[in-house]
């Protein structure tokens, strides 16, 4: 099927959502009952500072643990809110922030951040106007601020004017509710509330149940399974996570001219944020090229660039390593796709 479509089923007990476009599965996520999601607030107790690192741990509900990178002017015992802001590595403490947003799709409201911000992605004036009318019409309470999504652009005044209201009012309780223990304040939004709020484009939409293998989705994750990812022509690429890191490497397969391995390279930048999303695959990332000239960096370094603008997930270009692999680190905004589900 042509265009872009959101499919919203189940895999057993677990909320998953799917993203297609032209029929190729773009984006997955799939609910994850053993961790914290990602967005979900919290009112944490700090328990110890981490000295040599600036940071804090804290204690979360039933016996977890959180680490605040920034724990300056913070003492054991004290209560703090905080977001979780990804999944953490086996054995590691939950990374969370004290910087908190409250999401919806068209309106993020922050607090202790005054001020009306548009998107820069709304380059038309009138579209401009026409949010920030809907933000001074309704407002947000003192001390916060407001950003204004992309989304809006197509958004009805209506709509964008309830998100507003709504985030206001969830961001208004729960920072009113900082004293006390620690206890979950809310719990993150799901992969079917996800793909509403981050998947904005126009795209039809499926929620018949079965609609994942009715859809073709099924069998695109049952591919997920092997890390060999097949490029242009005869090339392809190997995407495997180890304890460490994300073990990328590039290879031209029977294509032997002059340019293959440039060809090969930049089909891999190309694949590459597609694969790693699809998997659930964050922290560092190394990439072996094939083997080419130092003079074609720059040009892998601009696809890069360009393909991981377009995705969804932080990840920040590190650069070249001595031995000439390309390095990234990309945000834990996702646990590994659990493909024995399938």
Known sequence: MKGRMIVLDHIGDRETAALLVDGKLQDLMIDNDDAPRPGAIYRAIC????????????????????????????????????????????????????????????????PGKPGINVSRSIKDDDVRERVLACAHEEGVSEGFGLILRSSCEGGADEDIIEDITAMDGMASAIMADKDGVAEALTDGDG??????????????????????????????????????????????????????LVAVDVNTGGDTSPASSLKANIAACKALPRALRLRGLGGQ???????????HRKQIESTLRSAFRADSIDTALVGWTPLGHFELQRKRERLPTPLGLV
């Open 191 to 244: 992969p079917h509330a996800l793909a509403w709020r981050e998947w904005v484009e126009p795209a039809t939409v499926v929620t018949d149940a079965g609609g994942f293998e009715d859809q073709g989705v099924l069998d695109q994750m049952a591919a997920l399974s092997s890390p060999r990812v097949s490029l242009d022509a005869s090339a392809f690429m190997y995407v495997e996570p180890t304890r460490a």
């Open 285 to 295: 990332v190394v990439i072996d090229m094939a083997p080419m000239s130092k003079a």
């Open 47 to 110: 328990d110890r500072p981490l000295k040599g690192q600036g940071g804090m741990m804290l204690k979360l509900p039933e016996g977890e643990t959180a680490f605040l990178r920034q724990g300056k002017g913070l003492a054991p015992g004290q209560a703090i809110l905080v977001q979780v802001t990804g999944y953490a590595d086996d054995g590691k403490a939950i990374p969370v922030t004290d910087r908190v947003l409250f999401k919806s799709r068209y309106a993020i409201v922050t």
